[in-house]
């Protein structure tokens, strides 16, 4: 397992190199644009660059990591990986757990600079003021709210977001081990394994829909909402587990390298 994944960090390394490199580039322009120039303009652009492709990674980091599979299965490094004595579950493993942990070196750099970027907004161009005016309206909208309270919706917010995460990629793995069981080596694989990428995750969108759910009142605490949206979460979960052990079985048994 572990040589599986140093095996998939080694692959994900110029994937990570490349949105650190863009991101590295914005930074130097969002810099140049607060201290050079001091132009409150630029520096808002910047900003607002840097914000768009932060949500660029997350996306960028989810199709990598689906691509990158669908790749191995097709080339001769890959076809080396699936023929290795090791379980097909342990690779899958592996390949999630180096996604996930590209997803969250990217997150920790875009984090940390994002709170640096702030405390050099705030020294350059002096937004004390509103700053203030903002943490006065927070303290107006949520005082009755629990340290408690704000602490479990956090924890919530994080582990739903691994779960919506790892269920993406694994559809996205199912996805593309059924386009290969059975269209094996015809063409059109790629636009069978995008058509179901979609249909799954619309069909899980559209059960999500139609869950009962507690109506949402102003007076509900954040744990109140975390129950109401666990039957969507343990749904998502329920789908991540089955994408994955059925990516498993048809790597074993099904697809043809």
């Known amino acids: 397992m572990l040589k599986m994944l140093k095996y998939e960090w080694r692959k994900n390394i110029l994937s990570l190199l490349i949105v650190l490199g863009v991101y590295a580039a914005l930074q130097i322009y969002f810099l140049i644009a607060t201290y050079g120039t001091k132009s409150y303009g630029n520096t808002a652009i910047a900003g607002t660059l840097l914000m768009l492709v932060a949500m660029f990674s997350y996306v960028f980091v989810l199709l990598y990591g689906i691509i990158s599979y669908n790749a191995d299965l097709k080339n001769k490094s890959g076809y080396l990986v699936f023929m290795a ?3 097909s579950f342990k690779i899958l493993g592996a390949k999630l757990l ?3 942990i590209t997803g969250i070196a990217i997150v920790a750099v875009i984090v940390g600079l994002a709170f ?3 405390s050099i907004v705030r020294d350059v161009f002096n937004v004390d003021a509103y700053i203030s005016f903002g943490n006065e309206l927070l303290g107006a909208l949520g005082s009755s ?3 408690w309270d704000i602490t ?5 917010i994080i582990f739903s977001s691994l779960i ?3 269920m993406t990629v694994t559809v996205g793995y199912l996805s593309v081990s059924i386009s290969a069981t059975l269209l094996q080596n015809k063409k059109g694989k790629g636009f069978l394994s995008v058509l179901l990428f979609i249909i799954i995750l619309a069909v ?3 059960i999500e829909y139609f869950m009962p759910d507690t109506k949402i009142t102003a007076g509900m605490s954040f ?3 975390c129950l109401n949206d666990l039957p969507s979460l343990l749904l998502e979960l329920f789908v991540t587990i089955a994408a994955f052990i059925g990516s498993g079985i048809m790597l074993d048994k099904k697809i043809s390298l």
């Open 85 to 87: 004595p090791v379980s």
């Open 98 to 100: 180096s996604t996930l």
């Open 116 to 118: 640096w970027d702030f």
């Open 145 to 147: 709210l629990s340290i």
């Open 152 to 156: 479990i919706r956090i924890i919530f």
């Open 164 to 166: 919506s995460f790892y």
């Open 204 to 206: 899980v969108l559209v």
């Open 223 to 225: 744990a109140e909402l």
